[in-house]
């Protein structure tokens, strides 16, 4: 009996729990509202601070600190969530960022001094952190290959859309309620998502094997015999309709391709095969990969994609971003009411600014989705993040007719081009992770990375602002973090796989099995094609 094939993403059937029933395609919806709802809890900050700073007697430069410290887990612990979301899975890491996330901000609530908001903020991170690591793992795993650049963009645009609405949000709210009850309030939003996520995102009892050019299959696949050898799949093997009952398991006497063997794999049915909603890959339950045995080739797939330099070039590239980008946002609201605008107006205008980067995110996506190549657009986006920053701070507007007015203009246009950079960083993951690498140990670096430049960069604009007397020279650090990005972005290269000739099948032996081989093809980050045939 022949193993049952369908276009990737469009089966159906019960259990949307498991991933594969109505609406598994859409789940990515639901992950990128939890990076919302934990982007929240990085925006409803800055509307507070002058609150903060009058209530708990904080320095400009704690404010700053504040600002940053809920990225500092990112920084430690990026690597130690990819290890842990390998082993016990994205998800149940997710919804546990979520929980985290609630236990912070109401703990916030309560805080009575720096010290003690610092460490709810702290607990907010570790959260934080769980969720913007897993997001995008879950997203490749449940998204169809045709929305998945367009889903890969609203991820990108997470920070913009949590931004407009923390902090035109908070703007408005903190006119007529005490900081404290904000801060209770956005813990019930962290919580928000988790029955959404409990219901719609694909669970962890499958484990998915990573897009490597062999996928590996354990010893111990149901139905296979106790002497049965190890062995690895290429990666054309035929993708799995989530909810379909055709599967397949590797028989012990059919040939399978392993390292230095072009011979195609021929399976029975028992087993599921196929990532939903990503190119074909083997999918085995989720208790062969836990143990020590799961933890000995976690390491190793961490170990590789820590030694390969794409992933902390892009990591670095990412905090070229970041760091600007968090201190020029995250003091916006500051720098208005410095300047003697009152009322909700900095707020408000803060907000679009942060909409505006959302904006660019998912633009940027569309133009990926049309075929634009993801590395020619780091590079303007950079030159005309510097070229707009420039003006924005180097000039004395309040001398100037209408100053304010072009001020915000050039702030939004900073925040428009520079949403470029995380849509395009984002969608090139599974490029930028080596072969035999883990795909959330390179988001794990990158996060790591990112999440230092967003630490240092309010904290170094603060510094900045007090040693200078003013936001004057905040172009010093936009300007040299552009010059950065820039000379990395050219030095940053991608694993792009080529198309490579698939071999002949086997003669496919008598019973209920079928031969393997037939290639897919994809568009990478790159404009290229990779390709899904096993490679000699």
């Known amino acids: 009996m022949a193993l049952k094939t369908h276009p990737t993403g469009t089966g159906?059937?019960?259990?949307?729990?498991?991933?594969?029933?109505?609406?598994?395609?859409?789940?990515?919806?639901?992950?990128?509202?939890?990076?919302?709802?934990?982007?929240?809890?990085?925006?409803?900050?800055?509307?507070?601070?002058?609150?903060?700073?009058?209530?708990?007697?904080?320095?400009?430069?704690?404010?700053?600190?504040?600002?940053?410290?809920?990225?500092?887990?990112?920084?430690?612990?990026?690597?130690?969530?990819?290890?842990?979301?390998?082993?016990?899975?994205?998800?149940?890491?997710?919804?546990?960022?979520?929980?985290?996330?609630?236990?912070?901000?109401?703990?916030?609530?309560?805080?009575?001094?720096?010290?003690?908001?610092?460490?709810?903020?702290?607990?907010?991170?570790?959260?934080?952190?769980?969720?913007?690591?897993?997001?995008?793992?879950?997203?490749?795993?449940?998204?169809?290959?045709?929305?998945?650049?367009?889903?890969?963009?609203?991820?990108?645009?997470?920070?913009?859309?949590?931004?407009?609405?923390?902090?035109?949000?908070?703007?408005?709210?903190?006119?007529?309620?005490?900081?404290?009850?904000?801060?209770?309030?956005?813990?019930?939003?962290?919580?928000?998502?988790?029955?959404?996520?409990?219901?719609?995102?694909?669970?962890?009892?499958?484990?998915?094997?990573?897009?490597?050019?062999?996928?590996?299959?354990?010893?111990?696949?149901?139905?296979?015999?106790?002497?049965?050898?190890?062995?690895?799949?290429p990666r054309d093997v035929p993708v799995g309709v989530p909810g379909d009952v055709t599967a397949a398991h590797v028989h012990r006497d059919v040939p399978v391709g392993v390292p230095g063997d072009v011979t195609a794999a021929h399976v029975h049915r028992d087993v599921p095969v196929g990532v939903p909603g990503d190119v074909p890959a083997a999918r085995v339950p989720r208790e062969n990969a836990g143990g020590v045995r799961g933890a000995v080739a976690a390491l190793a797939r961490i170990g590789r994609t820590v030694r390969a330099p794409a992933p902390w070039a892009a990591g670095l590239v990412f905090a070229c971003y970041t760091l600007p980008w968090m201190a020029v946002v995250g003091f916006l609201p500051t720098i208005y009411r410095d300047g003697g605008m009152g009322g909700s107006w900095p707020g408000v205008l803060s907000a679009v600014v942060g909409a505006a980067n959302a904006i660019g995110s998912i633009t940027t996506a569309a133009l990926m989705k049309?075929?634009?190549?993801?590395?020619?657009?780091?590079?303007?986006a950079f030159v005309l993040m510097a070229t707009t920053s420039l003006p924005a701070f180097a000039v004395d507007w309040r001398t100037l007719p209408a100053g304010t007015t072009w001020q915000f203009l050039c702030v939004v246009a900073f925040s428009l081009t520079g949403g470029a950079i995380p849509a395009t960083l984002l969608r090139m993951i599974g490029e930028l992770t080596p072969a035999g690498g883990s795909a959330p140990a390179t988001m794990g670096l990158i996060q790591q990375l990112f999440n230092t430049g967003s630490f240092v960069g309010p904290a170094l604009a603060a510094w900045l602002a007090t040693r200078t007397g003013g936001w004057h020279s905040t172009w010093w650090m936009t300007c040299a973090c552009a010059a950065v990005g820039i000379a990395l972005s050219l030095r940053l290269r991608t694993r792009v796989t080529a198309p490579a000739v698939a071999p002949a099948p086997a003669p496919a032996p008598a019973g209920d099995s079928a031969p393997v081989g037939d290639s897919t093809t994809a568009p990478t980050a790159d404009g290229t094609t990779d390709s899904g045939a096993p490679h000699a």
């Open 370 to 380: 049309r075929g634009l190549p993801a590395r020619a657009l780091l590079v303007p």
């Open 12 to 233: 159906t059937g019960a259990g949307t729990g498991a991933g594969t029933g109505t609406g598994a395609g859409s789940s990515w919806i639901v992950v990128v509202s939890a990076g919302v709802a934990a982007g929240l809890q990085v925006w409803k900050l800055p509307p507070a601070i002058p609150l903060l700073r009058q209530d708990l007697s904080l320095t400009l430069v704690q404010a700053g600190t504040l600002l940053g410290i809920i990225q500092l887990a990112g920084m430690l612990g990026g690597l130690a969530i990819s290890l842990l979301a390998e082993l016990i899975g994205e998800r149940r890491c997710l919804s546990g960022g979520l929980v985290l996330l609630f236990l912070g901000s109401a703990g916030g609530g309560f805080a009575w001094s720096a010290g003690s908001l610092l460490a709810s903020r702290a607990v907010e991170g570790a959260g934080f952190i769980l969720v913007v690591v897993t997001g995008p793992g879950l997203i490749r795993r449940s998204t169809p290959p045709g929305r998945l650049t367009t889903a890969m963009g609203f991820w990108g645009a997470y920070q913009g859309i949590s931004t407009f609405a923390g902090l035109i949000t908070g703007a408005l709210v903190l006119q007529v309620v005490p900081w404290r009850a904000w801060w209770w309030a956005m813990a019930v939003l962290a919580l928000a998502p988790l029955p959404w996520v409990l219901a719609r995102v694909p669970r962890d009892d499958l484990a998915y094997v990573p897009r490597d050019d062999l996928a590996y299959v354990p010893r111990d696949v149901p139905g296979r015999g106790p002497h049965a050898i190890p062995g690895r799949v």
